[in-house]
């Protein structure tokens, strides 16, 4: 390799390393990727609730997706941070959606069939649609509306960095710089996403869940959703 070119990415990972070691330097901000580090212990207790059904292939995608969300925002790369996240988010409502339709799940896999934000979020047949969730558990259908306005407005978010918006990626067309703004609009996002995926696992899996998978579930919800009540009735009398 030319030695300027090595220098360049030299420079590059040096810049990177910055950003990094800012991230983690003073209390508030590392407290708060800290945080959002911790989403993958929700993430690990998702991969014990779905077991070994079918599914599982998404969580365990989003899963690795969501590290190198954490690697990418850790080292200034932000937008590349967002884009990570919104993958992770799809899989792991994707994984709620299979979990209905082993036929697309197989299609997904076999790559006869793309995984499409529309489908996911179907107001007649999508994860957050009345039918989906009454399937499921009648009872979490009166809060469904609000984690799906939620999950829209997540996804939006991020897509604005994925698709070019100029007021969101142009700031960042410069150096490679420590982003303080964007790392709690990014922070924001993972905390949004927490809510959602612990909702929709509940709605899916809590009827029928085998006492460590009910753990888990009542775990996620007592961290996350134990402010509704609906929820909170799942585990009355445990």
Not at 33 to 61: A, Q
Not at 144 to 161: D, H
Request: charged share 25%; with cysteine; net charge negative.
């Amino acid at each position: 390799m030319p030695e300027n070119v090595r220098d360049i990415y030299i420079s590059l990972l040096d810049k990177q390393k910055d950003v990094a070691l800012t991230s983690l330097g003073d209390n508030v901000h590392r407290d708060k990727f800290t945080s959002c580090h911790n989403f993958l212990s929700d993430i690990d207790k998702l991969l014990e609730i779905v077991g070994e059904r079918p599914e599982l292939v998404c969580v365990k995608s989003a899963s690795h997706e969501f590290q190198f969300a954490l690697s990418a925002v850790l080292t200034g790369q932000y937008r590349h941070g967002f884009g990570s996240l919104r993958l992770a988010m799809e899989l792991l409502i994707s994984a709620i959606h299979f979990s209905g339709s082993e036929l697309g799940l197989r299609q997904w896999e076999n790559a006869a069939k793309d995984i499409t934000w529309a489908a996911l979020i179907d107001s007649e047949k999508g994860v957050f649609s009345a039918p989906f969730v009454k399937a499921f558990h009648p009872f979490l259908d009166e809060i469904r509306k609000q984690y799906g306005a939620l999950a829209i407005k997540t996804y939006r978010e991020c897509s604005e960095f994925v698709h070019g918006n100029p007021q969101r990626t142009r700031p960042l067309e410069g150096e490679i710089a420590f982003r303080p703004e964007l790392l709690e609009q990014w922070a924001d996002a993972v905390e949004s996403i927490r809510l959602i995926t612990a909702y929709l696992y509940l709605a899916r899996y809590v009827e029928g869940a085998d006492e460590p998978a009910r753990a888990h579930l009542e775990s996620l919800s007592t961290d996350n959703l134990w402010h509704e009540e609906q929820v909170r009735a799942c585990f009355e009398g445990n």
